[in-house]
């Protein structure tokens, strides 16, 4: 089984920069999609495939991958960036497919 | 633009069955995979299996294998997620989540579905 391993909280103060991890064996192997999720709303992919953004997603936010840790990184955070983030990828040993998700705060 | 607009909240029995419904709005599932996922009160995202409609193939976590069914309807780019004999445990919100393939993104989420189980 494969498992995906996240901080369980991040803070950081507006317009400095956040990273949230995301832990997995060899996980520079696999393709990595970060998923940003407000209360009460649905999840919004906002990087895929390790580093590449969506349309409408701000540069603020990209994606890098290797070894064992992939990472999101949100420069210049904002009070709305405020979120439960997930990472996720696709193994064929295993069905948990997410990780355990970040809360990010901004101070 | 596309939107997948999922069917409203559901009260439930446990020992009963839910089935709940996904539609491409303003748009078809041409050759997309639509993954189901859920979240319970507080906790995180749980994948629950998905489905390619074109092939009308689908493959589900072991988690739930035996309990739901998946399927889609291509006439009316609506697909389906029925899970049975619900207990309290299931009480969560499911969304539905398009891909462009089997092993990609999840590009596009539906609003998603609350569903309670109580008796």
């Known amino acids: 089984s494969y498992v995906l391993t996240q901080p369980p909280s991040v803070s950081v103060a507006p317009g400095q920069t956040a990273r949230i991890t995301c832990g997995g064996n060899?996980?520079?192997?696999?393709?990595v999609h970060w998923y940003q999720q407000k209360p009460g709303q649905a999840p919004v992919l906002v990087v895929y495939?390790?580093?590449d953004r969506p349309s409408g997603i701000p540069e603020r936010f990209s994606g890098s991958n290797s070894g064992n840790t992939a990472t999101l990184t949100i420069s210049r955070v904002e009070a709305g960036d405020e979120a439960d983030y997930y990472c996720?990828?696709?193994?064929?040993?295993?069905?948990?497919?997410f990780g355990g998700g970040t809360k990010l705060t901004v101070l | 633009q596309v939107q997948l607009v999922q069917s409203g909240a559901e009260v439930k029995k446990p020992g009963s069955s839910v089935k709940v419904s996904c539609k491409a709005s303003?748009?078809?599932?041409?050759?997309?995979?639509i993954s189901w996922v859920r979240q319970a009160p507080g906790q995180g995202l749980e994948w629950m299996g998905r489905?390619?409609?074109?092939?009308?193939?689908?493959n589900y976590a072991q988690k739930f294998q035996g309990r739901v069914t998946i399927t889609a309807d291509k006439s009316t780019s609506t697909a389906y997620m029925e899970l049975s004999s619900l207990r309290s445990e299931d009480t969560a919100v499911y969304y539905c989540?398009?891909?462009?393939?089997?092993?990609?993104?999840?590009?596009?989420w539906g609003q998603g579905t609350l569903v309670t189980v109580s008796s």
């Open positions: 989540a398009r891909q462009t393939q089997v092993d990609t993104a999840m590009v596009l």
């Open positions: 060899n996980i520079g192997s696999k393709s």
């Open positions: 996720q990828v696709w193994d064929s040993s295993s069905d948990r497919v």
């Open positions: 495939d390790d580093s």
């Open positions: 489905i390619i409609p074109i092939l009308g193939i689908a």
């Open positions: 303003g748009g078809t599932f041409s050759s997309y995979t």
